[in-house]
């Protein structure tokens, strides 16, 4: 049985001397006012025991990781016709990028970069009559905690400052892939961003990536196969134009956001979720993807 409290322990001593670097997301307004200095942990085993560290109850805005809610549902009601409007190649460029976007004529690379999550926004608008709700339910049921909500103060900090995701969209709309009105499409993307949940909320809403379950949430069901599809895009996709490095570091499929939250899978064994608002140069957490690192390292579990 592994001790996961005093790996977490290890882990804590291996990065400490990174408290400090980096800086959170200030092109976001709301997320500069987030204190830096903290740092949560859980991991949660397939058998159902819990393990934490640190602010592991503290909510934080989980900006890109609500892509992969978002892919899920998009997937389930879609299935592979999804992807005739988003790729599923790793991007190699930073999450806001427009150049790669204008070049390959309005179709994103993939689901986890802005281009391709707005492209997910599209659909859910389209498909659903109420998509915030629709999208809340289901991020609550994967979670278990009805307290799960859009912080409005970010959505609209966001909004008043994203002149980047509104070209991207601008670009999608003018080669016709979103078909819905620019700004519904633009607030409902910035809502889901905004959503906030605690390391230990998102370990458990990723647990059903990592088991084998019936997945079934508030009406939304993949098969295995789509499961496996799911870690395949967040493998080579979750991490911006650093998935080849986390790959490399970590080992497991995963996704991160620019509130410095990272949720990633160990198939069959265990779902981790880790927050510090300190980003690097690419947007990724620094304690973040150190603390995976080592997780794995010390573990010598990965997907590898
Ligand atoms: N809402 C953020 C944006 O669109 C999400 C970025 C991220 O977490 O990668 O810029």
Known sequence: MVDYQKIFDDIWNGISVFAGVGHQADYIPALAKVNPDQFGMC????????????????????QSISKVFALAMCLSLKGESLWKRIGKEPSGTAFNSLVQLEVEKG????PFINAGAIVLSDILITELERPEDEFLGFVRELCGEPGVDYNMDVAMSEREHGFLNAAIANMLKSHGTIVNDIERVLMFYFKMCSVEM?????????????????????????TNSQIKRMNAVMQTCGFYDEAGEFSYLVGLPGKSGVGGGIVAICPQR?????WSPRLNSKGNSVMGMKALELLTTYTEESIF
């Open 198 to 222: 605690t390391c230990r909320e998102l370990a458990a809403a990723f647990m059903a990536f990592a088991d084998r379950s019936p997945f079934c949430f508030a009406g939304y069901s993949l």
């Open 107 to 110: 179709i994103p690379r993939n």
């Open 43 to 62: 991991l949660q085993e397939v058998s159902g025991a819990v393990h934490t560290y640190r602010q592991a109850d503290e909510r934080f805005s989980i």
């Open 270 to 274: 265990y779902s981790v979720a880790v």
